[in-house]
């Protein structure tokens, strides 16, 4: 069993950067970072092959985020935010992938998922 656990959400200002992470107990393959803001359903955000070599980004973030792990003791995956927008503020959810099946932008092809981290771009 993997467990996600995430930090790093908050308050920015428009423009602003903030990086959010995710600490992995347990063999991951795939992992990525999904959002959900209020009223809406939940929408890929980014994903990062097991040795990091591959990175995916959904348009609306491409050239913004950036993810990237460090896999040298216990798997930590972040999602570093710059250039942030109010739309962009939602619960960031991390997840993880316990095979290579599947597609890196659904997130049935997901098997676990963090408890979320709130962030908020103000205006």
């Known amino acids: 069993q993997v467990q996600l656990v995430e930090s790093g959400g908050g308050l920015v200002q428009a423009d602003g950067s903030l990086r959010v992470s995710c600490a992995a107990s347990g063999r991951t393959f795939r992992m990525g970072w999904f959002r959900q803001a209020t009223g809406k359903e939940r929408e890929f955000v980014a994903a990062i092959s097991w040795g990091g070599g591959s990175t995916y980004y959904a348009d609306s973030v491409k050239g913004r985020f950036t993810i990237f792990r460090d896999n040298t003791k216990n798997t930590v995956v972040y999602l570093q935010m710059n250039s942030l927008k109010p739309e962009d503020t939602a619960v960031y959810y991390c997840?993880?992938?316990?095979?290579?099946?599947?597609?890196?932008?659904?997130?049935?092809?997901?098997?676990?998922w963090g408890q979320g981290t709130q962030v908020t771009v103000s205006s």
């Open positions: 997840a993880a992938a316990a095979t290579y099946s599947g597609r890196y932008y659904d997130e049935l092809s997901y098997d676990y």
